[in-house]
């Protein structure tokens, strides 16, 4: 369960990658404001950001909320570097094919590969092979965008079931059009909400940040929970 919601906010991550500046303009439709972060996305080529992220958990009739910090690491095509500075200092990193879930605690890493048509159409649309649009039923689409404290809000839904995302919402800052929080609501009730801070687009990242090495005495698990692999 502990790594499954962790890849959901991985996941959740990655299409934070299409934050782009949004035209501040009145009676925007919620379609403009998300065709405007798609025509911008591809300006982007790097990205690097810190992470709020608050995960409340549903579980036998008890709720649980967790606090974490981090930063994450993004460049095209399909690279990804992810580190929590909260215990248990988790770090998850992709090359594009590969991608690897560190827990120094527990002294193991979980190795796999990137799939697109298993849960991965957030890196198909960081790699550019996937859109907003065609991926999820998005709420209002032709009606004026809703407003929440200052902020455009967008409902997403996947047009295939995911059981790590039953919904999307996306709060877009209506004077910088940056896409400033996102919060993922899964199949089992739980929800993780991503606050990103001093994000930095376009910047040269060292290329060793995408690279896993394993360090000595660390148990290597092919695999993920749940997964096929």
């Given at each position: ?30 379609g ?22 608050e995960?409340?958990t549903?579980?036998?009739?008890q ?28 770090v ?25 048509e ?16 065609e ?12 407003t ?24 877009v ?57």
């Amino acid at each position: 369960m502990r790594a499954r919601l962790t890849l959901s906010s991985i996941l959740l991550s990655l299409i934070l990658f299409s934050v782009m500046p949004v035209a501040d303009c009145p009676a925007l439709t919620t379609g403009e404001v998300v065709r405007g972060i798609e025509e911008r996305y591809g300006c982007v080529w790097s990205l690097k950001a810190d992470f709020v992220q608050e995960t409340t958990t549903r579980m036998l009739g008890q709720t649980r909320v967790t606090k974490a910090r981090g930063r994450v690491y993004l460049q095209r095509p399909g690279l990804m570097r992810v580190e929590y500075t909260t215990p248990p200092k988790n770090v998850w990193v992709s090359d594009g094919k590969t991608l690897w879930f560190y827990q120094p605690r527990d002294k193991q890493v979980n190795v796999g590969r990137v799939d697109l048509e298993r849960g991965g159409f957030f890196l198909g649309f960081l790699m550019g092979e996937s859109d907003l649009a065609e991926d999820f039923e998005i709420h209002g689409w032709d009606r004026e965008v809703e407003t929440w404290h200052g902020a455009y809000r967008i409902e997403l839904v996947p047009r295939k079931p995911q059981a790590m995302m039953d919904r999307l919402v996306l709060l877009v800052d209506r004077k910088t059009g940056y896409v400033d929080q996102a919060e993922v609501y899964d199949a089992y009730g739980n929800l993780t909400r991503t606050l990103l801070k001093r994000v930095r687009v376009n910047r040269k990242l060292p290329a060793d940040l995408f690279t896993f090495v394993v360090p000595p005495g660390i148990e290597v698990i092919e695999g993920f929970p749940g997964s096929q692999d």
